[in-house]
């Protein structure tokens, strides 16, 4: 699941999902759109926790912002 779908799922604009995660509006337009694929940390979970307070408990960062193998860290 993407930003986007989960976002909808919630039934949240771009707007009021910033708003909730206490980010700028464009920052969720910027993410969604692609543009910026390397959030800071800190931003991952003000959204996360602003979409696990509205209606998806369950959703990780890991699902919405996955790291792709090669940027992995090696344990």
Same mark, same amino acid.
């Given at each position: 699941?993407?930003?986007?779908?989960? !976002?909808?799922?919630?039934?949240? /604009?771009?707007?009021?999902? &910033? *708003?909730?995660?206490? @980010?700028?509006?464009?920052?969720?337009?910027?993410?969604?759109?692609?543009?910026? !694929? !390397?959030?800071?940390?800190?931003? =991952?979970?003000?959204? @996360?926790?602003?979409?696990?307070?509205?209606?998806?408990?369950?959703?990780?960062?890991?699902?919405?912002?996955? @790291?792709? *193998? /090669?940027?992995? =860290? &090696?344990?």
């Amino acid at each position: 699941m993407d930003l986007k779908e989960a !976002r909808r799922l919630t039934g949240l /604009s771009q707007q009021r999902l &910033a *708003e909730l995660a206490g @980010v700028d509006d464009s920052t969720v337009f910027d993410l969604e759109a692609g543009r910026n !694929r !390397r959030p800071a940390y800190e931003t =991952v979970v003000k959204i @996360v926790r602003a979409l696990q307070r509205n209606g998806l408990p369950g959703i990780t960062s890991d699902e919405l912002f996955p @790291v792709p *193998e /090669s940027k992995a =860290v &090696a344990s």
